[in-house]
């Protein structure tokens, strides 16, 4: 079976930085189109930045210029780093991303379980 393992959370203070990582495991063929996502208690989930495999990135307006999303296919890993962080990017951020693999068979869409990011102010 495939999975998606986040690393890279924590607490951290306003300005600050943090970068995630989102790894890939299983029979895997090729990550296609991976996201972040991220929830708040107070906030539905929502998009962070998704990159094509072509490299096409794209970004929410608030995380413009701050965030960066990246990839390593051969490592079947993705990328955010975070930068100039604020209170209000406080959330669980959790790894997705369309994943071809051999078992199952084909192409689904997976999520991981989330990492927890902390602003403080």
């Known amino acids: 079976q495939v999975q998606l393992v986040e690393s890279g959370g924590g607490l951290v203070q306003t300005g600050g930085s943090l970068r995630l990582s989102c790894t890939a495991s299983?029979?895997?063929?090729?990550?296609?189109?991976m996201n972040w996502y991220r929830q708040s208690p107070t906030n539905q989930r929502e998009l962070v930045a998704s990159l094509t495999r072509r490299g096409q990135a794209n970004y929410l307006d608030s995380v413009k210029g701050r965030f960066t999303i990246s990839r390593d296919d051969a490592e079947n890993t993705i990328y955010l780093q975070m930068n100039s962080l604020k209170p209000e990017d406080t959330a669980v951020y959790y790894c997705?991303?369309?994943?071809?693999?051999?078992?199952?068979?084909?192409?689904?869409?997976?999520w991981g379980q989330g990492t927890q990011v902390t602003v403080s102010s």
């Open positions: 997705n991303g369309d994943i071809a693999s051999t078992r199952p068979t084909g192409q689904r869409n997976y």
């Open positions: 299983g029979s895997i063929i090729a990550l296609n189109t």
